[in-house]
């Protein structure tokens, strides 16, 4: 057993194996036919930010995630705004990657494989969400900032 690099989680093979868990997860078979895409991505975006080694290693790479995140909690997610941050995102829009946090919140992966019901994993990643958005409370303003540009469709 040994921590995650990326989460902190005590896992067997560390990184690996928290990458592991994370893939086995969209397996189950009540995930992959029934969940909504809203809940599905802010899972991605949040594993993604808690393991930004492998998948922020960008400033845009970043920000996908980030905005992503906060899309979904401070403005519910919908389906239009995510397409007019991808818009923004594969526009010229020139953004610097901030440093990131050394702590990415105290809920892992582990806590939403625990989830065995259907109907108490949507919370769930709702509760992991909100413990990684704490943890990147010195990057909300650059959120916020970001996903405005994308909305308003500054930065073409």
């Not at 995930?31 to 808690?50: E, F, N, S, T, W």
């Not at 393991?51 to 519910?76: F, I, N, Q």
């Not at 909300?140 to 930065?155: F, K, L, N, P, Y």
Request: glycine share 12%; net charge positive.
């Amino acid at each position: 057993m040994e921590a995650c690099a990326g989460c902190g989680l005590t896992v067997a093979g560390g990184a690996d194996g928290c990458q592991a868990l994370f893939h086995q997860l969209w397996t189950r078979e009540d995930l992959r036919d029934g969940l909504p895409y809203p809940i599905r991505r802010k899972a991605v975006d949040v594993y993604c930010l808690q393991h930004p080694d492998r998948y922020c290693v960008s400033a845009k790479s970043l920000a996908a995630h980030l905005t992503g995140l906060c899309w979904a909690l401070e403005h519910g997610g919908s389906s239009t705004g995510l397409a007019a941050l991808q818009r923004w995102l594969n526009g010229p829009a020139k953004i610097s990657k901030p440093a990131l946090p050394t702590s990415r919140g105290g809920v892992t992966i582990a806590d939403v494989m625990g989830a065995q019901q259907f109907a108490v994993f949507g919370p769930t990643v709702d509760r992991w969400a909100l413990a990684t958005w704490a943890a990147y409370s010195g990057l909300h303003e650059t959120a916020r900032r970001w996903v405005d540009e994308a909305i308003s469709g500054a930065g073409r």
